[in-house]
């Protein structure tokens, strides 16, 4: 079965360092998220992705945020200038939007992400 | 703020027997339903997902949806000692693009 996949699996950064989160979405979905989890929270959305540009976007998701598709596979999280709360799960996920009800949203396995 | 709501638990069940848990939700416009299981330091895992009032099954979950009173449920029959892990509830409110609004899970232990 096709799966989402993500890069790195555990990323360690100095606080105000830049980071980038690569993922790879299943090849025919059209819709592409990122959503973060903070240890012991909450699964929280952060931005929607549709045909090359933000569809939505959380309160979270401020200019210190910032999503690619640089190419035909890859879907990227670029966070500038991290801070310490930035430290979380982040999970990618894909599906091929409401017009497909049988195709909901797949998971990526996350990257951890630590800011020191 | 739309909001989804979950018990936290924990919900502790015996082996074999029924496993029930429930979310609520605030806004009446949302369109579809999910349930995701999440083991411990790993990603959310899609068990089911519901879109129209009434039960949907598959295998040992059914999904209940009940639209006017905001409710929604998940039922696993014949628990097991695997299905122990935080179960999340997932509403979608979006059109196009399924931005999901999570509930904070319910940890539920199937004792042997």
């Known amino acids: 079965e096709p799966e989402v996949t993500q890069t790195p699996s555990h990323q360690v950064t100095q606080m105000g360092q830049e980071v980038i989160l690569r993922c790879v979405p299943i090849?025919?979905?059209?819709?592409f998220y990122w959503y973060r989890q903070i240890l012991g929270q909450k699964v929280e959305f952060l931005v929607s992705?549709?045909?090359?540009?933000?569809?939505?976007k959380s309160e979270i998701f401020d200019d210190q945020f910032s999503v690619e598709r640089p190419d035909g596979s890859n879907f990227t999280l670029k966070i500038r200038s991290t801070k310490l709360e930035d430290s979380a799960m982040y999970f990618c996920a894909s599906d091929r939007g409401q017009m497909d009800s049988n195709q909901p949203q797949h998971f990526g396995d996350g990257t951890r992400l630590s800011i020191l | 703020q739309k909001e989804v709501e979950q018990n936290s638990g924990p919900l502790s069940v015996p082996e074999g027997a029924i496993a029930s848990l429930n979310c609520t939700y605030s806004?009446?416009?949302?369109?579809?339903f999910f349930w995701y299981r999440q083991y411990s330091g790993k990603s959310p895992e899609l068990i089911m997902f519901?879109?129209?009032?009434g039960d949907k099954e598959d295998g040992r979950f059914t999904a209940q949806l009940n639209k006017a009173s905001q409710y929604v449920s998940l039922l696993i029959r014949d628990s097991q000692p695997s299905d122990s892990a935080t179960y999340l509830c997932?509403?979608?409110?979006?059109?196009?693009?399924?931005?999901?609004?999570f509930g904070q899970g319910t940890r539920l232990t199937i004792n042997p």
């Open positions: 090849s025919n979905h059209l819709y």
């Open positions: 519901i879109y129209s009032n």
């Open positions: 992705f549709y045909n090359n540009e933000i569809s939505e």
């Open positions: 806004d009446r416009g949302s369109q579809s």
């Open positions: 997932a509403v979608n409110y979006s059109q196009g693009a399924q931005k999901l609004v």
